[in-house]
């Protein structure tokens, strides 16, 4: 059962480096870095909660609306509070899209977001050779507040493109 985000315990929000991700150019590379940021919500009324996985696709390939047509040079690492050790899996193995599934590295595969528990997945060095338009990040987690069943939820995140300086696509 897949749920929309409007009842996710879960948030997120989405930063670029450089704040305005330009398409590359022949002779003109261009790279960005993504930072999607997971906490909980502030707004919910449980204190605490859970999550078995969060999930990331980012459109890529050779269609117009891909972020790049390079997924195998976009390097993934993670930010997270002391003592929390995560895995991220990145698969390339779809032709419109590349999937990076992370979990928490402990017995029970499960994290906890509180006030001040975060998790952060840093996308970086990605190629930026789409086209310039708006592209859609697919966020999906298994989360859960106080004794609920865990839900798989989506949301989606737009990112746009600009087109290169000089206006040229």
């Not at 929000?13 to 502030?42: C, H, M, N, Y």
């Not at 929390?84 to 979990?103: A, E, G, L, N, Q």
Request: with cysteine.
């Amino acid at each position: 059962m897949t749920e929309s985000a409007a009842t996710a315990p879960l948030r997120y929000t989405l930063a670029t480096f450089p704040p305005v991700l330009t398409q590359a150019a022949p002779g003109r590379p261009s790279q960005g870095r993504l930072e999607i940021k997971v906490f909980r919500d502030p707004e919910a009324v449980q204190t605490t909660a859970g999550c078995r996985s969060i999930t990331v696709e980012v459109p890529t390939g050779g269609r117009p609306e891909a972020l790049t047509d390079r997924p195998d040079r976009i390097d993934a690492t993670y930010s997270a509070p002391r003592g929390r050790t995560w895995h991220i899996r990145k698969s390339i193995s779809h032709s419109d899209r590349t999937v990076f599934v992370c979990t928490l590295e402990n017995p029970r595969h499960e994290a906890e977001f509180n006030d001040t528990a975060t998790f952060t997945l840093i996308l970086d060095r990605i190629p930026l050779t789409g086209s310039p338009s708006t592209v859609s990040l697919r966020v999906t987690d298994d989360s859960a507040t106080g004794s609920e069943t865990y839900i798989r939820r989506s949301t989606h995140l737009p990112l746009a493109i600009e087109r290169t300086p000089d206006g040229r696509s």
